[in-house]
């Protein structure tokens, strides 16, 4: 199994591009979400899903969408980025709808300039 | 907001010392994660303690879970200079919504 896998690693974008992160996982785990990190700030949850068809908001999730039409895909989908989406992205996976461990990817390295 | 309070935010030990970090929380939770973070990397799941456990093991790893404070800790015994990394508190809460700490960054020296 190759886990989950984030791609791209690093994305360069200018204010107002759209794009989107994507995320696989081939672990037929039915929880997928999406981290940012920042710096002296820990992980915080843009979205996550529970299951195929079902997606929901996290912490932080203006500026951002998911959908989730396979149990093996959470893309993210930047709107229009701005300056304060520089951050490092983490999706991560779990088996079961309860989040009891979660599988993490490698992360992109995103910078809105 | 954040969910968890951590603390040291670093900690700079020797091989072979013991390394305990702790992790404070406001609202009831399901369950307690620990997770270590090498730099650069994604995270990686220690060890899980639910809200009806007190205390669980895993190898060198003790994690202590004290309900009536809203604490954890994670102890580190012998440690390693490959222990060296960040190590973060999850809390899992109603809605299947897991909660990351700051984080302790742990620096083991040779």
């Known amino acids: 199994n190759a886990g989950v896998t984030q791609t791209p690693k690093f994305q360069v974008l200018k204010t107002g591009q759209s794009m989107t992160l994507q995320c696989a996982q081939d672990?037929?785990?039915?929880?997928m979400s999406w981290y940012r990190q920042d710096p002296g700030m820990g992980l915080r949850l843009i979205h996550y899903?529970?299951?195929?068809?079902?997606?929901d908001q996290g912490e932080v999730p203006n500026g951002y969408n998911v959908s989730r039409s396979t149990t093996e895909d959470f893309p993210l989908r930047l709107l229009s980025a701005a300056p304060s989406q520089t951050s490092v992205y983490f999706c991560?996976?779990?088996?079961?709808?309860?989040?009891?461990?979660?599988?993490f990817g490698s992360g992109t390295q995103l910078s809105v300039l | 907001s954040q969910q968890g309070e951590e603390d040291p935010q670093a900690l700079s030990i020797q091989e072979g010392e013991n390394a305990t970090m702790n992790c404070s929380y406001k609202?009831?939770?399901?369950?307690l994660q620990w997770y270590r973070q090498n730099s650069g990397r994604g995270l990686v799941h220690l060890i899980l303690i639910r809200s009806n456990e007190r205390e669980k093991h895993s190898g060198r790893l003790r994690v202590t879970l004290d309900t009536s404070k809203k604490s954890s800790s994670l102890l580190i015994t012998a440690s390693r200079a490959a222990d060296t990394a960040s190590y973060f508190c999850?809390?899992?809460?109603?809605?299947?919504?897991?909660?990351f700490g700051e984080g302790t960054q742990l620096t083991v020296n040779p």
């Open positions: 991560a996976s779990s088996l079961g709808r309860a989040v009891e461990k979660l599988f």
């Open positions: 672990m037929n785990h039915e929880y």
């Open positions: 899903s529970v299951g195929a068809g079902i997606t």
């Open positions: 999850a809390k899992e809460t109603s809605g299947s919504r897991l909660t």
């Open positions: 609202t009831s939770i399901n369950n």
